[in-house]
Each structure stands twice: as structure tokens, then as C-alpha cells.
């Protein structure tokens, strides 16, 4: 009777007196960037049976990836309109330099705690 993985196409070769799974991790090289590594991070410490999971089907880096592409997109978003709403505007940052960097430091830690919730740390 075949096991499951060779039901599902799966091989193994002999190694002394083992029997050891033909494993081959395909995985395109994306960057994962900052926003990637932070959940990298997360999905060790917190949640290893998806870390596993992806890890061991050869998904995570491309996991990574996408999820620091829509972190990176979400954050711009957020900063934009944030910036809108707060009135941080190109005229504020020719008139006074000091309070536009203020305003948008704010913006960018506010967006950054949003977006670690959000997307990173769940």
C-alpha cells in the first residue's frame, strides 16, 4: 500500500537501512524586505505549525514577499491620507520645515503601528 506522499507523487531513496523522502524546496527569490523579516519573525516565535507549514512546501519566501508588498502598500496609503487629513501638506514643509517633520514622523509611527497590527503581528 503506497503512503499518502507517494499518492501524491512523492519519492524516497535509501539511506542505510531508512527509507528518506525525496524533498525539493522550489522557491523564486523575491526580497523579503523589512516588513517581511518583522513577520518572519513573528510566525517563528508565534505561530511555528505555519512557519512549518509553508517552510516545509516551499511557499515562504514567496509568503514573505507578498505580505511586505501589501505592508509597504498599506503604509503609503495610510501616510498619504493621514498626511491629507492632518493638513502636512508641501506648502507646510516650505513655510516650516520643523513642523512638517514633526508631522509626518507622527504619520509614519501611527501608519507603522496600524500596518504591524494589521499585516504583521497576527
Do not use: F
Not at 528518506?20 to 526580497?31: A, N
Not at 516650516?96 to 497590527?117: C, F, L, P, R, S
Amino acid at each position: 500500500m503506497k503512503s499518502l506522499y507517494e499518492q501524491m507523487g512523492g519519492t524516497y531513496h535509501w539511506e542505510g537501512d531508512y527509507l528518506i523522502p525525496d524533498l525539493v524546496v522550489t522557491e523564486e527569490d523575491r526580497p523579503i524586505g523589512l516588513w517581511g523579516r518583522r513577520h518572519l519573525q513573528y510566525l517563528k516565535q508565534e505561530s511555528k505549525l505555519l512557519y512549518t507549514e509553508l517552510l516545509t512546501s516551499g511557499r515562504l519566501n514567496s509568503y514573505l514577499a507578498e505580505v511586505n508588498a501589501q505592508a509597504e502598500e498599506r503604509m503609503l496609503l495610510l501616510t498619504e491620507q493621514m498626511a491629507q487629513c492632518e493638513g502636512i501638506t508641501e506648502q507646510l514643509k516650505a513655510q516650516d520645515q520643523m513642523a512638517w517633520v514633526q508631522g509626518m514622523n507622527n504619520i509614519k509611527a501611527q501608519a507603522m503601528e496600524i500596518v504591524n497590527h494589521e499585516l504583521i503581528y497576527i
